[in-house]
């Protein structure tokens, strides 16, 4: 028989104690890193995904996580949430074939009172627990929030041969991170009504797609996205300039 999740033991503290859920996103193909799977790397001796649970387990924000994953790394990841002692951790679910069908699959292990959730890559193991924490608080006003940082370089629109057409105003370009937050029905209503959710590369847009108002907060240049393998390198540096070493 296909195993599709993993139900955890785990007595969710709930909205109403202060906390709400985060679903992690950590169902990709790594096709950017050369042959080695992202979630399972290495940065500073800890796995990828472990440091990520690990942010969001030491967050006061987050009443539980629901973990997205390939379907032949359940066991795995299971594996690696007991080593590092991520009790928090409720559920872990197979991905879809798009980063958005993941998101989807995660949903739906929310409980029925869930009314916000954050939404993280998996792969962006630096995430501190102060955006953490900003994204769930703008999150009690605003129905989608993401955190961003000012674009540094000059952005130039081109035509797909190469051709600039044109060049944004820098000072009101920013790029968003994650984690995400979303209030659960409208984020429903909003793929509900997509005609092809698959097409998004973030929850951003799908709220965006149905009219709804998106808030941006501080994110950080050091909250990285393990994309390639330069990315490894990168996260090893930071982490030992946190580190102080």
């Known amino acids: 028989m296909e195993v599709t999740e993993i139900k955890l033991e785990y007595e969710v503290c709930g909205e109403e104690k202060g906390g709400i859920p985060v679903i992690i996103v950590a169902a990709g193909m790594s096709s950017r890193m050369g042959g080695t799977d992202k979630q399972t790397a290495l940065i500073g001796g800890v796995p990828v995904i472990a440091r990520t649970l690990m942010a969001f387990e030491r ?3 987050v009443s539980e996580i629901i973990l997205v994953v390939r379907p032949d790394e359940l066991f795995n990841m299971q594996l690696t949430a007991e080593k590092y002692a991520v009790t928090k951790l409720t559920d872990i679910v197979c991905g879809g074939n798009s980063r958005q069908e993941s998101v989807l699959k995660g949903f739906e292990r929310l409980g029925k009172s869930a009314e916000k959730v954050l939404i993280h890559d998996g792969a962006r193991p630096l995430v ?20 961003a940082v000012k674009v540094k370089d ?5 035509d797909g041969s190469g051709n600039v ?7 009101r370009l920013a790029a968003v991170q994650t984690p995400q937050g979303v209030w659960v029905k409208e984020y429903l209503e909003a ?6 959710v698959s097409a998004f590369t973030d929850d951003m847009s799908v709220m965006e ?15 990285i996205k393990i994309t390639t393998p330069e990315d490894l390198r ?12």
């Open 209 to 223: 797609s149905a009219g709804f108002p998106v808030r941006t907060v501080e994110g950080s240049y050091t909250n």
């Open 128 to 147: 501190s627990g102060r955006i953490i924490e900003s994204v769930a608080s703008a999150l009690e006003e605003y129905p989608a929030v993401t955190c």
């Open 154 to 158: 000059t952005i130039k629109e081109t």
């Open 191 to 196: 793929a509900g009504k997509a005609e092809d």
């Open 165 to 171: 057409v044109s060049t944004p105003d820098r000072s």
């Open 59 to 61: 967050s006061r924000a």
């Open 234 to 245: 990168l996260a090893e540096f930071l982490l030992g300039e946190e580190s102080g070493e």
